[in-house]
């Protein structure tokens, strides 16, 4: 398990903490923003940075979803493919598949998502175990 958070608000750096090896990497964000696909101002802009096909529909649990597939257009990224699984009722996304250049993948689901849920202002504060190293 790994925790992505940004590190302080807006400024193009990014904080992963994997509690497994008490290990934080930091660096610029570059890339990291294709965890955030689907999240934000909107999905006009995907185009523009991704090839989108629409795929047939599937059902992650008991929802209906819309099924996207992600393919960057230029400069790669992290990733060489993203599929996005949006709920149909709620257009939100509820599943994503970041598949690295090797193939290796990672799928995220999203459970149980509250939109505009109050948050202390502590929420977006990294707090790490004073035995973490820190690699940059």
């Known amino acids: 398990e790994r925790t992505n958070l940004p590190d302080g608000c ?3 750096a990014f ?3 994997v ?9 610029p964000a570059k890339g990291e923003a294709d965890l955030l696909v689907g999240f934000g101002p909107g999905a006009a802009d995907l185009g523009k940075k991704y090839e989108v096909t629409l795929l047939p ?3 992650v649990g008991t929802a209906p979803a819309y099924v996207l597939d992600l393919k960057p257009r230029t400069g790669g990224g992290l990733f ?3 599929r996005l699984w949006v709920d149909k ?3 939100l996304p509820v599943q994503t598949r970041l598949t690295e250049p090797t193939g290796d993948y ?3 689901r999203f459970d ?5 849920g109050g948050l202390p202002s502590t929420a977006f504060e990294l707090k790490l175990p004073k035995d973490v190293v820190e690699v940059k």
């Open 89 to 91: 009722a709620r257009v």
């Open 112 to 116: 149980d998502v509250v939109v505009n």
């Open 80 to 82: 060489s493919a993203i």
């Open 106 to 108: 990672s799928t995220i």
């Open 10 to 12: 807006c400024d193009g």
């Open 15 to 17: 904080a992963r903490y």
């Open 19 to 27: 509690p497994q090896t008490k290990q934080v990497f930091r660096g």
């Open 57 to 59: 529909e599937e059902k």
